[in-house]
């Protein structure tokens, strides 16, 4: 997913907070929070209420309005940062996964070294410290993503799904492959597993069938080349369709708009 599509971040605040801070919903950004010092109270945009009372990273993968409240008035130490996992891998992943997810620091060792670099970055004044403190905090994303694969921290969609020894086989050769016919057979063959197991195992984990999840990675893959400029009959055959027309009408099945309006349609928010 990464190699067609990098996350990206803005650190945008570091320091003591002090005061109450909303965060509103964005198109397309979600959040990350770096909690290093203090406890707050984090307000999601139903309203519950979640008490952090350790160092803790907080990830709102997908546009949530949110507030942070601190608990004193010694305020919190935190860098906070807007996040973009690109189009493959918001489409993807974020489905996949909570609204917010807490994960205290001391839990994993392997963002540890990562965070380290971050807050020296993030509490010193040195030359290019924009530019690395964004650059740290793309590579934690990556960093935290593995960690939610290893530790099997997401237990449904396709984050699950390429968490699991078998499934990941089968997940990963569509990403790589969307141009082959793949079939549920050959599907099933990547994973080394039977067919009838292999459907209903990748959607008990996933809560798609394989071939659906195939379809929206087609789309989400051509969706990508057409911001790149790619003609649709180029595109076409890249994601596995014998042509543009065939391209044309999966696309708008499952946009709801034909691929040059949505093209047109993103320039314009652009």
């Not at 860098?79 to 918001?90: H, M, N, P, Y």
């Not at 965070?115 to 964004?134: H, I, T, V």
């Not at 039977?194 to 071939?211: C, K, M």
Request: charged share 20%.
């Amino acid at each position: 997913m990464f190699a067609r599509s990098v996350p990206s971040a803005r650190v945008f605040y570091t320091g003591n907070l002090c005061q109450i801070s909303t965060f509103e919903a964005e198109s397309n950004v979600g959040h990350v929070h770096l909690l290093r010092r203090g406890t707050m109270s984090v307000v999601d945009r139903h309203g519950r209420t979640r008490r952090v009372e350790e160092p803790s990273l907080l990830f709102f993968p997908r546009s949530s309005a949110h507030r942070l409240v601190p608990d004193d008035a010694h305020g919190v130490d935190l860098v906070c940062a807007s996040v973009d996992l690109g189009d493959e891998a918001r489409s993807a992943l974020v489905a996949s996964m909570p609204e917010v997810l807490v994960l205290p620091l001391n839990q994993s060792a392997t963002l540890s070294s990562a965070l380290d670099l971050l807050f020296k970055e993030a509490f010193d004044e040195q030359c290019g410290r924009q530019a690395a403190l964004d650059l740290l905090m793309e590579y934690l994303l990556i960093l935290l993503l593995r960690f939610l694969l290893d530790s099997a921290s997401v237990t449904t969609g396709i984050l699950a799904a390429l968490g699991d020894p078998r499934l990941s086989k089968a997940v990963t050769a569509m990403h790589e492959r969307p141009e082959k016919p793949w079939t549920l057979e050959s599907l099933a063959e990547e994973a080394g597993m039977s067919r009838a197991r292999f459907a209903n195992h990748f959607r008990e984990v996933s809560g798609l069938t394989a071939l659906d999840y195939l379809t929206a990675w087609r789309i989400t893959v051509a969706k990508s080349l057409l911001k790149r400029g790619k003609p649709l009959k180029s595109i076409a055959p890249m994601v596995g369709y014998a042509s543009a027309v065939a391209l044309t009408r999966t696309f708008t099945h499952r946009t709801g708009t034909p691929p040059h309006a949505w093209l047109q349609a993103q320039a314009e928010k652009d």
